[in-house]
């Protein structure tokens, strides 16, 4: 087994958040790894910075992302990237083979989604500026309403990985609730390897809570514990 501590002297962990997510959401899991002595980044989606409607489409959004992604070319990492976040990831590691991330870890990866054909067809009929309320909890929430548009980006990357999917070319672990309500966790598995269950049956938070598989509060203590302790062993086992 090798220490956490003399990877971190060479190497950090990048964390990559989702849709309609703050910059302070992933705090609690990022302190985790900083405390056990990582160097630690979040990149910032496209569209969750200072510039909402820098990408209105998902061919700006790619380019954009790539241009973050820029910033990792001189230094070793590790990778944990959650729904959106992950999506973004798996397009770009098509194309960035060389500077991928050592391993990576996905967290309810938006690769498949739930009621993927009807969201589909609405979205094509919705006007780009039509307005949605976010599930997002608010605590983690970025925006408090969303565009038609910013969900369209998140499909139409979803439906461009669907097409170039294959296996993966990095150490990859993804975890998921089975109860996730946006992912289709069922099809992740049939279609992904190295797939976990993270079953929460004492989660009663409300809508959208399944989702959330980053943050303590979503967990009881002694899960949160256990769970955390799969994600440092995957990263620092050989």
């Known amino acids: 087994m ?6 971190s002297r060479n190497n950090k962990i990048v964390f990559f958040h989702g849709l309609n997510n703050n910059q302070d959401c992933f705090g609690p899991l990022i302190r985790h790894f900083k405390e056990l002595g990582f160097e630690t980044e979040l990149i910032v989606l ?7 409607k820098e990408a209105k489409d998902i061919k700006e959004a790619i380019g954009i992302f790539d241009q973050k992604m820029k910033t990792l070319k001189d230094k070793p990492y590790y990778a ?9 990831l798996q397009l770009w590691l098509e194309k960035n083979q060389e ?12 690769l498949y989604i739930n009621r993927q054909k009807i969201i589909e067809r609405a979205l094509k009929i919705l006007p780009s500026f039509f307005a949605i309320k976010s599930l997002s909890p608010k605590p983690f929430r970025r925006y408090e309403i969303m ?27 993804v975890f998921i609730d ?25 989660l009663k938070k409300g809508l ?4 959330i598989i980053f943050h303590p509060d979503y967990f009881e203590e002694a899960h949160w514990r256990e769970f955390t302790r799969k994600l440092e062993s995957f990263l620092v086992n050989d």
């Not at 944990?80 to 973004?88: D, R, T, V």
């Not at 991928?100 to 990866?109: V, Y």
């Open 2 to 7: 090798t220490n956490s501590y003399s990877l």
């Open 46 to 52: 496209p569209g969750h910075g200072k510039n909402r």
């Open 80 to 88: 944990i990237a959650f729904s959106h976040g992950a999506l973004y």
């Open 99 to 110: 500077h991928k991330p050592i391993k990576q870890i996905l967290l309810a990866p938006a």
């Open 147 to 173: 565009n038609a548009w910013e969900y369209n980006i998140l499909v139409q990357g979803m439906l461009i990985y669907q097409k170039v999917r294959g296996k993966f070319r990095i150490p990859t672990k």
């Open 178 to 202: 089975p109860k996730d309500e946006l992912v289709d966790a069922f099809a992740l598995r049939n279609h992904l390897e190295n797939v976990e269950f993270v079953e929460r049956k004492y």
């Open 208 to 211: 959208g809570c399944h989702h």
